[in-house]
């Protein structure tokens, strides 16, 4: 048998339910290894090959609200799509968890977007929520993280604070999680619910960000795709 045998790939299933199981109780997960080592790895050389020129300037606000804002996040992304084989896999097994919980939550996910994002040395993303209540179609948040050795001390943490809904400012101040980027591991969280920050590393971060959708129409505003 090969060491490669041994590697134990998670079933999707207990994986869907164990996400499912988060989100009713506590609102977000962070799992350690959710996909397979395979497709970790592949995501992880296919965005440390690319150039400089693949990758553009993160911005804040949707569509016509879009803006740069380099005092808040620094960070540049490529979105992901189906023409290529490696992230065409990713966007699989995210089909697979979004079909897994719309049949064990009824959430009503009906499409999934995601970019790779790179933060090279010093950058960081300020606390932010990914959906404001009633103005988006973004329901639920995935982090993805592909960097090999990643040390505690390279810093680069995903911060996660309480629902806002708290009105003590040390809750409001003190984060409830703080993930470090390891290889392989998958954070997803309620979208509207947590406010969270990425903080500056010594070194290039990677993630791969992504948000399932719901198609429920807001009054006159649709929010567009990206
Ligand atoms: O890379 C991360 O840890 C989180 C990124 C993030 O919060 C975002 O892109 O909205
Ligand atoms: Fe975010």
Avoid at 30 to 42: G, K, M, Y
Avoid at 73 to 79: A, L, M, N, S
Avoid at 83 to 103: F, H, I
Wanted: hydrophobic letters at 45%; proline letters at 6%; zero cysteines.
């Amino acid at each position: 048998m090969t060491a490669e045998l041994l590697v134990a790939v998670p079933d999707a299933e207990l994986i869907f339910d164990q996400i499912a199981d988060a989100l009713v109780e506590t609102g977000y997960v962070v799992l350690p290894i959710a996909l397979p080592p395979s497709i970790a790895e592949a995501l992880f050389l296919r965005i440390a090959s690319f150039e400089d020129e693949v990758f553009q300037a993160a911005g804040v606000g949707r569509a016509d609200e879009f803006q740069l804002n380099p005092f808040v996040r620094k960070d540049e992304i490529r979105w992901l799509s189906q023409q290529d084989p490696v992230e065409a896999s990713y966007l699989a097994w995210m089909e697979q968890l979004r079909l897994g919980l719309n049949r064990r939550l009824f959430m009503g996910l009906f499409d999934y977007e995601a970019h790779f994002s790179r933060y090279t040395e010093g950058a960081f993303y300020k606390k932010h929520v990914d959906a404001f209540k009633g103005r988006t179609n973004r329901v639920l948040s995935t982090v993805f993280y592909l960097n090999p050795g990643w040390a505690l001390a390279d810093g680069g943490q995903l911060l996660v604070y309480a629902d806002e809904q708290s009105s003590d400012p040390e809750v409001l101040s003190t984060p409830i999680a703080k993930i470090a980027p390891l290889m392989g591991s998958l954070v997803v969280f309620l979208s509207d619910r947590f406010p969270h920050e990425v903080t500056a590393a010594s070194r290039l971060r990677y993630s791969i960000a992504g948000w399932f959708r719901v198609n429920g129409s807001l009054g006159q505003q649709i929010d567009p795709p990206r």
